[in-house]
């Protein structure tokens, strides 16, 4: 199956549903109170949908990984904000585990369709050094 839009990809899709659980959680009375983490958590999160949508639009998978590892990255910064909001109790454990196992999950497709691409580039690469080698 040919990707034809960055909406199609799973990673996307979760980091998706990533953003719309913070949102969910940071509107809780008592988290919403503390701006800074809000908006560090918002932002955290929305950066590795973000970086996703605009990696795709790169000119090379090479710009796309780097992208994708930037998304990995602001998932992983978006479970350490979530280790905050646990310890300062604006969240219960059931929902940090809830946020924590969908950012991993982001992280792990995300990590993924990076070693997809990076394979891709690797045959590709090599089909093409053949090919100059005989011509």
């Known amino acids: 199956m040919k990707i034809k839009r960055f909406e199609d990809l799973e990673c996307w899709q ?11 959680m940071t509107k809780r009375l008592e988290f919403s109170r503390d701006f800074v983490l809000v908006d560090q958590i918002r932002r955290a999160s929305i950066s590795s949908m973000s970086n996703i949508a605009e990696g795709f639009y790169r000119n090379s998978n090479k710009e796309f990984i780097r992208f994708l590892d930037i998304s990995r990255s602001s998932a992983g910064e978006t479970i350490n904000h979530l280790y905050v909001a646990l310890d300062q109790g604006y969240i219960d454990k059931d929902l940090f585990e809830k946020g924590k196992s969908q950012a991993d999950k982001v992280a792990k497709k995300v990590n993924g369709f ?11 690469t090599n089909k093409t050094s053949k090919t100059s080698k005989t011509n």
Do not use: F, G, N, P
């Open 14 to 24: 979760d980091a998706r549903e990533l953003v719309k659980l913070i949102y969910e």
């Open 114 to 124: 990076i070693s997809y691409l990076v394979r891709y580039q690797k045959s590709s």
